[in-house]
DNA sequence: CGCTTGCTTGGAGCGCACTCCAAGGTTCTA
DNA sequence: TAGAACCTTGGAGTGCGCTCCAAGCAAGCG
């Protein structure tokens, strides 16, 4: 059977730890799976679009992920909290295995995003005051509803 | 041929006025498309999966919004801002069409969302932070290879 | 009157980001 | 050494939020 999403019971959390220390750090695919909150399915699809760098395999083909592949997914996963789409991820990825002459073009890139997280930001804070007034009037109605019927 | 998203040159902009004043507001089907920048499609789908109110009609069979219209949409817009699905706005919307008594109901729904989008908010600094770390690295990066090359 | 532009409908299609399947090989535990 | 649990692959399927299509009616204009 496919382990998927196990036990991952409480919601996403902070960065788990209980990482092997590097030179002892050889993950398989579920290990995985219980750091990153990923399923299997798609940490292998992933590599397949290209969004991951070279994994490791074990002598008999399965993947073994290190400590490095962690911290990228952790960059991947906070990317895609900021609705970055995942072709624009795979664009970055390319620039990292291109090589140090593709250092300008990813440094525009992450200033880019950036921007945009700022401007995800403000509208979030524009939706929240409006929020906030929608919530102060049902409170208000809610108020006057039970002053009516405590009459 | 179909209106579909014509001079909204500029991106979204604050919520556009030119508004008629009450009394006199019945917006065509294009119009409301040049106020809320979404397609006329999308008008008429959001219909359809029950997240308008009832829209009026010419003596043609014409959808005629209102300023009402207007305003709703402008929250839907909001709302689907901070990434809440629209499975969840049509039951917002069904609740506003269930009358007074389901009140408390929307109270809560709205205080979900706003905690909601808090989390959204945190989430998305936590990311800015770690965006942050690498653009100045890169950054650092980028004057090291320059003073390489200017020697 | 014809022409263009705009609006109507139900239903089909699309792009994204997964998500799953089938069939088979591997590794761990008792 | 059996059996369960885990891993492999290419390709197909899913759910969401639109997005578009075809065929037809309606309104304004020269």
Redesign the pocket.
């Given at each position: 059977?496919?382990?998927?999403?196990t036990r991952t019971d409480t919601c996403a959390g902070p960065p788990q730890q209980n990482r092997r220390p590097d030179g002892q750090d050889r993950y398989?695919?579920?290990?995985v799976?219980a750091f990153t909150g990923?399923?299997?399915?798609?940490l292998?699809?992933y590599e397949?679009i290209g969004l991951m760098p070279h994994i490791d395999?074990?002598?008999?083909?399965?993947?073994r992920y290190t400590n490095r592949d962690l911290d990228w997914l952790d960059l991947v996963g906070k990317l895609?909290l900021t609705g970055?789409?995942?072709?624009d991820m795979v664009r970055y990825a390319e620039l990292v295995r291109e090589g140090d002459h593709t250092y300008t073009e990813r440094f525009e890139l992450l200033q880019t995003t950036r921007e945009d997280v700022l401007a995800r930001i403000e509208e979030l804070r524009g939706t929240l005051a409006v929020l906030d007034r929608k919530i102060s009037f049902y409170a208000d109605a809610g108020r006057a509803l039970a002053s009516e019927r405590s009459r």
């Open positions: 059977m496919e382990t998927t999403g398989t695919i579920s290990e799976v990923l399923t299997a399915h798609t292998r699809w397949r395999r074990s002598h008999t083909g399965q993947r895609r970055m789409p995942v072709a």
